[in-house]
């Protein structure tokens, strides 16, 4: 068994198959497990250079079990109280909470009592609609359709299935909810959560507000500590992994996946190949010609959002921090209008997430560190990175727009700021084929989620895994997405196996004459 990347995906897909038995080599080209969840240093400091937010643990917790270990054994987390700080100016400021009763309060307070008792219908409709879309969709294998979708929720529920506002847009939906703007803008921001526009995505992802109610959880060591976690896991059951390594070619062999060659020539036989890359990378022939018929690359129009992200150990003034931080855009349309035509916002929306502030703290109590502080910043921008070089002009503007919100909400940031930072084009460079999207395919309409790849592609023995593979991106969902893939695998091996009683290929590497050819 060989896996591309050692992602989330790849690394959930390798411990469940070694825990299972089988011989797994996961090949990755970095020299770091977790894909996207890396780190990143900074004058010494180690900063979370992926994700930040934490979610639907029970999804490792069933992962950790099924190999015969628990998560709590590997990694260290605490429940977050304050799920995330707001603000809009130096005067306007909300903070959510892990409690909904305190949420609700602090909406009463900010925006008036029809804005806290929309707050209270919509995480009503959030927690049915996750409730009706958990097992059904994120959970299971890729729909093929609607209707199958509908199938597997009882045909007795097309009306329910109607009511998941799949074919109203995430910002229309929201406006019959809060008739304070700004709230709207807060929980549109859910969209981004899957690179997507609020005014395109469906209305479906308000299930985020309930996942968010479901816990939100602060990890030791942020997200790159979950990923060593699960290649601490993978080894236990002997997963083997080979870091610094590149896959120049899947190879196939009647019709279906039969291994690997790496880019020094040597070949490795497999019964199953999993990739944990975008689809796109096998779709444009970046594995070679032979596995680029498996999937359909994404079109640069159907890409989701990159971004601009710095990496700062860095001195800060003024706004008081919690550990996830949202300074909003004042013209939310622009910004999304400037990404849409190729350009970074003008006036952005700013992710901010301070890393040695304890979310566990009181509220406007998250005490600042006596001196610097680890960041990390996010700018939304368009997935060009294969196509558009990002001058140090553009770059200079693009700082200065995002230092002019934070300003505009009261954070002063060190100037100079020590920081590394990563634009579309770094990001097209550690995940080629995609222009630095960082969730995959957008979602955008009713039909989004059944365009996105599943686990098995058009070749047999072939299957992806990944944020950008069925059921979608973050951290759980790439998560699930490996557990998919796994489980895809086994049902195959064993069907295969009860027809055809031999002994299969797997793990068995050789010198190759040839390397193959390259699309």
């Given at each position: 068994?060989?896996?591309?990347?050692?992602?989330?995906?790849?690394?959930?897909?390798?411990?469940?198959?070694?825990?299972?038995?089988?011989?797994?080599?996961?090949?990755?080209?970095?020299?770091?497990?977790?894909?996207?969840?890396?780190?990143?240093?900074?004058?010494?400091?180690?900063?979370?250079?992926?994700?930040?937010?934490?979610?639907?643990?029970?999804?490792?917790?069933?992962?950790?079990?099924?190999?015969?270990?628990?998560?709590?054994?590997?990694?260290?987390?605490?429940?977050?109280?304050?799920?995330?700080?707001?603000?809009?100016?130096?005067?306007?400021?909300?903070?959510?909470?892990?409690?909904?009763?305190?949420?609700?309060?602090?909406?009463?307070?900010?925006?008036?009592?029809?804005?806290?008792?929309?707050?209270?219908?919509?995480?009503?409709?959030?927690?049915?609609?996750?409730?009706?879309?958990?097992?059904?969709?994120?959970?299971?294998?890729?729909?093929a359709t609607p209707f199958s979708l509908i199938w597997?929720?009882?045909?007795?529920?097309?009306?329910?299935?109607?009511?998941?506002?799949?074919?109203?847009?995430?910002?229309?939906?929201?406006?019959?909810?809060?008739?304070?703007?700004?709230?709207?803008?807060?929980?549109?921001?859910?969209?981004?959560?899957?690179?997507?526009?609020?005014?395109?995505?469906?209305?479906?992802?308000?299930?985020?507000?309930?996942?968010?109610?479901?816990?939100?959880?602060?990890?030791?060591?942020?997200?790159?500590?979950?990923?060593?976690?699960?290649?601490?896991?993978?080894?236990a059951n002997g997963t083997q992994y080979r870091f610094?390594?590149?896959?120049?070619?899947?190879?196939?062999?009647?019709?279906?996946?039969?291994?690997?060659?790496?880019?020094?020539?040597?070949?490795?036989?497999?019964?199953?190949?999993?990739?944990?890359?975008?689809?796109?990378?096998?779709?444009?022939?970046?594995?070679?010609?032979?596995?680029?018929?498996?999937?359909?690359?994404?079109?640069?129009?159907?890409?989701?959002?990159?971004?601009?992200?710095?990496?700062?150990?860095?001195?800060?003034?003024?706004?008081?921090?919690?550990?996830?931080?949202?300074?909003?855009?004042?013209?939310?349309?622009?910004?999304?209008?400037?990404?849409?035509?190729?350009?970074?916002?003008?006036?952005?929306?700013?992710?901010?997430?301070?890393?040695?502030?304890?979310?566990?703290?009181?509220?406007?109590?998250?005490?600042?560190?006596?001196?610097?502080?680890?960041?990390?910043?996010?700018?939304?921008?368009?997935?060009?990175?294969?196509?558009?070089?990002?001058?140090?002009?553009?770059?200079?503007?693009?700082?200065?727009?995002?230092?002019?919100?934070?300003?505009?909400?009261?954070?002063?940031?060190?100037?100079?700021?020590?920081?590394?930072?990563?634009?579309?084009?770094?990001?097209?460079?550690?995940?080629?084929?995609?222009?630095?999207?960082?969730?995959?395919?957008?979602?955008?309409?009713?039909?989004?989620?059944?365009?996105?790849?599943?686990?098995?592609?058009?070749?047999?023995?072939?299957?992806?895994?990944?944020?950008?593979?069925?059921?979608?991106?973050?951290?759980?969902m790439a998560a699930l997405s490996g557990q998919l893939?796994?489980?895809?695998?086994?049902?195959?091996?064993?069907?295969?196996?009860?027809?055809?009683?031999?002994?299969?290929?797997?793990?068995?590497?050789?010198?190759?004459?040839?390397?193959?050819?390259?699309?």
């Amino acid at each position: 068994m060989v896996i591309i990347g050692a992602g989330i995906g790849g690394l959930a897909s390798a411990a469940l198959l070694a825990a299972r038995g089988y011989p797994v080599t996961v090949i990755e080209k970095e020299a770091w497990a977790g894909g996207k969840a890396r780190s990143v240093r900074v004058q010494g400091s180690r900063i979370d250079g992926g994700p930040t937010v934490f979610t639907l643990r029970d999804v490792f917790d069933g992962i950790f079990r099924s190999c015969g270990a628990e998560l709590d054994s590997f990694v260290t987390m605490r429940r977050a109280q304050v799920l995330a700080r707001h603000a809009w100016d130096d005067k306007a400021t909300l903070d959510l909470h892990a409690d909904p009763a305190r949420s609700e309060e602090a909406i009463r307070e900010f925006a008036g009592t029809a804005s806290a008792e929309g707050y209270r219908k919509f995480r009503e409709e959030s927690r049915k609609i996750y409730n009706s879309l958990n097992d059904t969709m994120m959970r299971a294998p890729k729909p093929a359709t609607p209707f199958s979708l509908i199938w597997r929720m009882g045909l007795s529920n097309i009306g329910d299935f109607a009511g998941k506002h799949p074919y109203v847009s995430l910002w229309k939906a929201l406006g019959d909810f809060f008739p304070d703007q700004r709230l709207r803008q807060l929980f549109a921001r859910y969209s981004t959560y899957c690179g997507s526009s609020p005014f395109d995505a469906p209305a479906t992802l308000m299930l985020v507000a309930h996942v968010e109610a479901m816990g939100v959880w602060l990890i030791d060591g942020g997200i790159a500590a979950l990923a060593d976690a699960l290649k601490r896991l993978g080894e236990a059951n002997g997963t083997q992994y080979r870091f610094g390594q590149s896959v120049e070619q899947i190879e196939t062999a009647g019709g279906k996946a039969s291994g690997v060659v790496l880019s020094e020539g040597e070949r490795i036989a497999a019964d199953a190949v999993i990739c944990n890359a975008d689809p796109s990378a096998i779709g444009n022939g970046f594995f070679g010609a032979q596995a680029s018929k498996a999937v359909s690359a994404t079109t640069p129009a159907n890409r989701s959002l990159s971004a601009f992200v710095w990496y700062a150990n860095a001195r800060t003034s003024g706004f008081p921090l919690q550990r996830h931080n949202v300074f909003f855009s004042s013209d939310y349309i622009r910004e999304f209008r400037d990404i849409a035509s190729g350009d970074p916002p003008a006036d952005p929306t700013v992710y901010v997430c301070a890393q040695d502030r304890d979310a566990l703290a009181e509220p406007g109590r998250a005490s600042p560190p006596e001196d610097r502080e680890r960041l990390q910043i996010i700018v939304n921008a368009p997935a060009n990175g294969d196509t558009h070089t990002y001058s140090a002009e553009e770059i200079d503007r693009c700082t200065l727009a995002m230092r002019a919100s934070l300003s505009r909400c009261g954070l002063d940031l060190e100037d100079p700021l020590p920081h590394q930072l990563a634009t579309p084009n770094e990001f097209e460079r550690l995940w080629p084929s995609t222009g630095g999207a960082l969730y995959g395919r957008a979602t955008r309409g009713w039909a989004a989620s059944f365009l996105r790849q599943g686990s098995k592609t058009k070749i047999p023995g072939l299957y992806c895994a990944g944020g950008s593979t069925h059921p979608g991106a973050g951290v759980p969902m790439a998560a699930l997405s490996g557990q998919l893939a796994a489980n895809t695998v086994m049902q195959d091996l064993a069907s295969t196996r009860k027809l055809h009683p031999v002994v299969m290929a797997g793990g068995t590497s050789t010198r190759s004459a040839q390397t193959g050819d390259m699309a």
